[in-house]
Every structure is written in C-alpha cells, then in structure tokens.
C-alpha cells in the first residue's frame, strides 16, 4: 500500500529555515520522480519542486529557486525539502507527490511564516 | 514558464449534467504532459487523468480528457453529487512544472 506522509512543518519567523521530511512507503523512491506542490490557505495549488527518480536532476519554482532545496534519502525511503530565508508569501501546506504526474499525494503539513 | 489559463473560474450545475472544463497554454505542451486533478475541501488533490487522456487507475470513466498542443478539455458525462470540488489541470513536460488556477463545480 502506497502511503506518504509528510512532517516537520510549523510556525517559523521570516528569514528562518525550516525542513520537510516526506516518509514513503509501499514504494522506493529509486524507482519515481517526487515533487513538492504546496497551496497557500484558500488558494491553489503551487508547484514548488522535483527530483528525478535516478536523484540526479532537480527543478525548481522560481519563487523558490537559491533558497528551498530538495533531496531525498534512499536508504530511509524519505524526501526532503529544506526551506532557507522563508517569507511571509512560503505560508502554504505543503504536499508530497509521486511520480510524473502524481498519482499518490500525501496529506501535507502546514507551514506558516509569521513574525 | 508556462501559465496555465482554466475557464471557467466557476461552474454551476446539477448532478446530471454534462461538465466541460478548459485549459489553455500559451505555447504548445511537451509531449502532451498534462494532468488534471480533483480537490475536494480539506482533501489532497486526487489524479483523475495523465497524458491529456488517460485515465488513471480507479478514475469513474464518467471522467474523460481531450486536447493536445495548447488546448485541453476534462469532461464529466454525467456529473455525480461527490464530483462536487475545484479542478487544476498541470503541465509537467517542461520544468518548472506549474498548475492552472483551478475551476470550481458548485451545485
């Protein structure tokens, strides 16, 4: 059974860091694409990131490009989004995603940047 | 980066009928790489369909996509009470992948 569930969100200063741990199961992340997609309170949804499934490539939004960065543990079976310099406009949940176009999403974990 | 234009922004109608969501590009999609999603309130989005056309497993075939290049439908036959939610459609053939701004089914 696929399953993926997101952690490590929460209330964070602006200029702060923050980071996302996606854990996956049911699947290797060897084997899939992963994306962030994250969706700001009443509104839509807002593609943030990817990694490719052989980890080698990455893309980014360029809302976030030099300051979130994704990666991913193969071993722990776990997607990261590491989020340096958050703004006020990084106020989303935050979801992770499998695949190309994804097919199994997580719940999300709310982010919330606020002095 | 590829902005994505969704029409309507609302769409009323009862269960029965026939819906026919838009989504537009300003330049033609890689390989036809797009995917419409279901959001229901409080809910992660639910793939519905791939490719412009395929459906994806465990999708009602009252669900169905069309289009290529620059212009693409999703249409719901016959509109059920749970169908119901907002709708995006994504592009992912050409990073940075981005999302339409969402059309919502109102009873």
């Known amino acids: 059974q696929v399953q993926l569930v997101e952690s490590g969100g929460g209330v964070v200063q602006p200029g702060k860091s923050l980071r996302l741990s996606c854990v996956v199961s049911g699947f290797n992340l060897i084997a899939y694409g992963m994306h962030w997609v994250r969706q700001a309170p009443g509104k839509g949804l807002d593609w943030v990131a990817v990694?490719?499934?052989?980890?080698?490539?990455?893309y980014y939004a360029d809302s976030v490009q030099s300051r979130f960065t994704i990666s991913r543990d193969t071993y722990t079976n776990i997607l990261y989004l590491q989020m340096d310099s958050l703004r006020v406009e990084d106020t989303a949940v935050y979801y992770c995603a499998r695949g190309g176009a994804p097919d199994h999403w997580g719940q999300g974990t709310l982010v919330t940047v606020s002095s | 980066e590829i902005v994505l234009t969704q029409s309507p922004g609302t769409l009323s109608l009862s269960p029965g009928e026939r819906a026919v969501f838009s989504c537009r590009a300003p330049?033609?999609?890689?390989?036809?790489?797009l995917a419409w999603y279901q959001q229901r309130p409080g809910q992660a989005p639910r793939l519905l369909i791939y490719?412009?056309?395929s459906r994806a497993p465990g999708i009602p075939a009252r669900f169905s996509g069309s289009g290529s290049g620059t212009e693409f439908t999703l249409t719901i036959s016959r509109v059920e009470p749970e169908d119901f939610a907002v709708y995006y459609c994504e592009q992912y053939g050409s990073p940075p992948y981005t999302f339409g701004q969402g059309t919502r089914l109102d009873i």
């Open positions: 990694i490719s499934s052989d980890g080698q490539t990455r």
């Open positions: 490719g412009a056309s």
């Open positions: 330049h033609n999609i890689r390989n036809d790489y």
